[in-house]
């Protein structure tokens, strides 16, 4: 069965979108890769709640005014994963505080240092999306 997943492009200011939001995974599928921050939509959830708590559970940051932007499908056999990704964008408030369990570290990075990572799932591709709105 093909699950529905969020995740967030989060800008340090909304001045400056271009410098991101990148976490660690400390889980598998992926394991080191960098990500950006989102997870499975629970049942009975909607996709905008889904992101904010993903948000919260995995930086402690609150995803601030969440604007959807693009999908992306994430097949991937190898690791026995089918996903639909549901992408948002916005700024956060707070101080960041990694969950152990699912991120090892996290980092702010401009597009062209997020590319040169190592990137889990299609974040890739949603990051290309994202800077081709930005027109970067």
Not at 5 to 13: D, K, L, N, P
Not at 45 to 65: C, K, M, P, Q, S
Not at 93 to 105: F, I, R
């Amino acid at each position: 069965m093909v699950k529905a997943t969020v995740a967030a492009v989060i800008a340090r200011s909304g001045q400056d979108r271009s410098v991101i939001l990148l976490t660690r995974r400390s889980v598998n599928p992926f394991k080191g890769y960098w990500c950006l921050p989102g997870g499975h939509i629970d049942a009975g959830e909607t996709a905008i709640a889904a992101v904010g708590r993903e948000v919260v559970e995995e930086t402690g940051l609150t995803f601030a005014h969440p604007e959807f932007f693009c999908y992306s499908d994430e097949r991937f056999p190898e690791h026995n994963f089918h996903a639909v990704a549901l992408a948002f964008s916005g700024t956060a408030s707070g101080d960041l505080l990694l969950m152990p369990e699912e991120v090892e570290s996290a980092g702010w990075f401009t597009l062209e240092e997020a590319f040169s990572k190592p990137l889990a799932f299609n974040h890739e591709s949603i990051l290309k999306r994202y800077a081709a709105i930005l027109e970067i």
